[in-house]
């Protein structure tokens, strides 16, 4: 299995603002993805990220709002650029080990308050 | 598109009360299917999965099987505790080379003594 953490637990932002959340995995792994979970909603992908190649990212969500970084094969860091209260949310980054039908790993996400 | 529709909630019962939880698919290949859960306080973690039709998953006294012919994956439990009470997700994922999830709306239980 895969041990992922995430940094900060949560935060209070200020409008305007931009906060950079970061994903550490204990092991190599091909795919990363961040998801939100906004209140009392389930959770939408956001992007997945590869590394060493530009992440993809979802209908409704565009790099410039949510740049990404994957730097090497256990780290990710997604940016929530100039925040408004409605980036109000759960940010949870996961990894999946092996091919498909394989279970995914999730961090145990990032609380955002955006003022 | 693809999407998982799940029982709407919440839901309440008293312990050892029977648990089913309702969840239907629509998928354009054939995936596999999860159920997530996400206790008070705590991170999402995997409660069972099936891959192929007619699997059953099974964890912690909880089972789904993968109903191919009515495309859906209901989750039960013959006697809940207490302990049980969380938000549980209904997810798939189509196997196509990009892992990721497709989650249902959630389905918050809980449980009273």
């Known amino acids: 299995s895969a041990v992922i953490s995430q940094k900060p637990s949560r935060d209070i932002c200020q409008r305007g603002t931009s906060l950079t959340i970061q994903c550490q995995v204990d092991s190599q792994v091909t795919m990363m993805f961040w998801y939100r979970q906004q209140p009392g909603q389930s959770l939408t992908l956001i992007a997945t990220a590869n590394q060493g190649s530009e992440a993809t990212y979802e209908s409704g969500f565009v790099i410039d709002k949510f740049p990404i970084s994957r730097p090497n094969l256990t780290f990710s860091t997604l940016t929530v650029s100039n925040m408004s209260p409605e980036d109000s949310s759960i940010y949870l980054c996961?990894?999946?080990?092996?091919?498909?039908?394989?279970?995914?790993?999730f961090g145990p996400g990032t609380r955002l308050t955006v003022l | 598109g693809d999407s998982v529709t799940q029982m709407e909630g919440p839901v309440t019962l008293s312990e050892e009360a029977f648990l089913t939880i309702n969840c239907t698919y629509t998928a354009t290949g054939y995936p596999s299917l999860f159920w997530y859960v996400q206790y008070p306080g705590e991170g999402l973690q995997l409660l069972l999965k099936?891959?192929?039709?007619?699997d059953k998953g099974s964890n912690k006294g909880f089972e789904a099987t993968y109903r191919k012919e009515t495309t859906s994956f209901h989750l039960e439990k013959g006697s809940v505790q207490v302990s049980d009470s969380a938000v549980y997700f209904c997810?798939?994922?189509?196997?196509?080379?990009?892992?990721?999830?497709?989650f249902g709306t959630g389905t918050r239980l809980t449980i009273i003594p």
């Open positions: 997810a798939l994922n189509l196997n196509f080379g990009n892992e990721k999830l497709t």
């Open positions: 996961s990894t999946h080990q092996g091919g498909g039908g394989d279970t995914q790993y």
């Open positions: 099936a891959t192929k039709a007619d």
